[in-house]
């Protein structure tokens, strides 16, 4: 089964940044789709940024121009990069990926970290 491994979280002052790693840890499997969401506590989970193995990238209008994603394909790696934090990111980060390659029909089946908390203060 596929494991994702998510690292970088933590409690940061506004404006400060973080870094977020999250690696398919022992997988085989690579992904068309490899990206973060996150749930603020009484808020649905949203989706935070996005990048395709061909290296297109959509992000939430709400972190435009503060977050950067980027991935390592040979590490099977995708990372966030959130500068200019503010508090109102607070939340719960969680990786997703979805789209085996070179199985068809698995951009159905996503697949999710555990999640790891980012804390802004004020």
């Known amino acids: 089964q596929v494991q994702l491994v998510e690292s970088g979280g933590g409690l940061v002052q506004a404006g400060g940044s973080l870094r977020l790693s999250c690696a398919a840890s022992?997988?085989?499997?690579?992904?068309?789709?490899m990206g973060w969401y996150r749930q603020a506590p009484g808020k649905q989970r949203e989706l935070v940024a996005q990048m395709t193995s061909a290296g297109t990238t959509n992000y939430a209008d709400s972190v435009k121009g503060r977050f950067t994603i980027s991935r390592d394909n040979a590490k099977n790696t995708v990372y966030l990069q959130m500068n200019s934090l503010k508090p109102e990111d607070t939340a719960v980060y969680f990786c997703n990926v979805f789209g085996i390659i070179g199985v068809l029909d698995t951009d159905r089946n996503m697949y999710w970290g555990q999640g790891t908390q980012v804390t802004v203060s004020s």
């Open positions: 022992g997988s085989i499997f690579r992904f068309r789709v």
